[in-house]
């Protein structure tokens, strides 16, 4: 079957310097109902401001052809090989091989003797998250040996019992058991963000995208007694959860891209930090990208509800009353919620949960959203 899309229907967006007209999903523009079309993923009119554009990446297994209506176009390679084209002129194409076809993590320092490397290198499909994510190596939930010393000792400092986490071997035996198909074809690995994640993912990572797991949705059910609360005063933290709700499409948030060679010692550190009580249950998922269908990390919360930590039979004020008293090591239930609010706002994600939630806090806190 034949879908006509008139040109005045095609999907917006716009990065200051880079107006486009989309009649498939893809960066900015987000719409499941118009995913690429087989190897076609992007079809687009750009509007490019003069003397700008997209700074050194890489592509995979692409061809990238484009006709200047207007105005002049220049692309330069890795090697510094340069090529121009002006309207009316031939049709560029960007064939695979012109660039690398990986690139470094988007928040490692460059290494000894290479020039810097480019943000956009990740940050190609979002330019707007460039500059809004904390690199890994500030993050303070990379949860290495001495951070995790530390949380040891604030735990006892607590009254926590020494069991306070789930035992190392533990979570290595659960990120073996889930990637081991991953880790033996080194095969990178897609990591869904939906949380704290989306702004402080913790590891480094090769790419970010837009994505959407369908059939679930977000929710603050999962207790925490150190992160952001404490065993007198318990914070919530966010889980996924199934839902049956037609009118909600899905859950809306980031796909992370963490190149082969880095998943071993980047996931190892992400096992840490989501499985330090075991609350989540991690599963490789089928994840809609506006630039194709992914295989996903994604942490879903024990189906059982079994954990002592779940939380999910508060009702939405509980939880806003929560959330707006507790506070942990790393900061304020208020705090992450409203960061969320912040990064879904700037990334155009509508979830009418989180924003009836952020209502109820402002209200509790004296404020107004």
């Known amino acids: 079957m034949i879908t006509v899309r008139p040109s005045s229907e095609r999907g917006r967006s716009s990065t200051g310097w880079l107006h486009s007209a989309h009649s498939f999903s893809i960066g900015d523009y987000f719409d499941l109902r118009h995913p690429g079309n087989g190897n076609l993923l992007a079809l687009n009119d750009d509007t490019v401001a003069p003397g700008k554009g997209f700074g050194t990446h890489g592509h995979r297994d692409m061809e990238i052809v484009s006709d200047v209506l207007e105005g002049a176009l220049a692309h330069q390679d890795n090697m510094h090989e340069r090529a121009g084209q002006h309207a009316g002129g031939p049709v560029a194409s960007e064939a695979p091989g012109d660039t690398p076809p990986t690139a470094p993590p988007a928040d490692a320092p460059p290494a000894h003797g290479t020039a810097p490397m480019t943000p956009d290198n990740a940050f190609i499909h979002l330019p707007k998250l460039q500059g809004r994510l904390t690199p890994a190596h500030a993050s303070d939930l990379r949860l290495t040996d001495e951070v995790l010393a530390e949380w040891d000792a604030q735990a006892r400092c607590q009254g926590l019992p020494a069991h306070w986490r789930l035992p190392d071997q533990k979570v290595e035996q659960s990120r073996r058991e889930v990637l081991s198909a991953i880790t033996a074809q080194q095969q990178d690995l897609w990591v869904f963000a939906y949380g704290s994640l989306m702004w402080n993912p913790g590891f480094h990572f090769g790419e970010v995208r837009r994505a959407c797991l369908p059939g679930f949705a977000r929710r603050f059910a999962l207790s925490?007694?150190?992160?952001?609360?404490?065993?007198?005063?318990?914070?919530?933290?966010l889980t996924l959860q199934r839902t049956d709700d037609a009118d909600q499409v899905g859950c809306e948030g980031l796909a992370f891209r963490i190149p082969a060679p880095l998943v071993e010692d980047e996931s190892r550190m992400l096992w840490r930090r989501e499985m330090i009580t075991g609350a989540y249950c991690p599963q490789l998922l089928p994840l809609p990208t506006p630039q194709g269908e992914v295989q996903a990390l994604v942490l879903v919360l024990v189906a059982n509800t079994a954990h002592t930590h779940y939380r999910g039979d508060l009702s939405l004020q509980a939880t806003a009353a929560t959330i707006a008293t507790a506070c942990g090591r790393i900061g304020s239930n208020r705090d992450y919620l409203e960061q969320l609010v912040?990064?879904?706002?700037?990334?155009?994600?509508?979830?009418?949960?989180?924003?009836?939630?952020a209502a109820l806090v402002a209200a509790a806190c004296g404020r107004s959203r």
Request: charged share 25%; hydrophobic share 25%; aromatic share 4%.
């Open 224 to 237: 925490t007694t150190i992160g952001r609360g404490t065993p007198d005063c318990p914070g919530l933290v």
């Open 342 to 357: 912040q990064q879904c706002e700037m990334l155009g994600i509508e979830d009418s949960y989180v924003r009836e939630l």
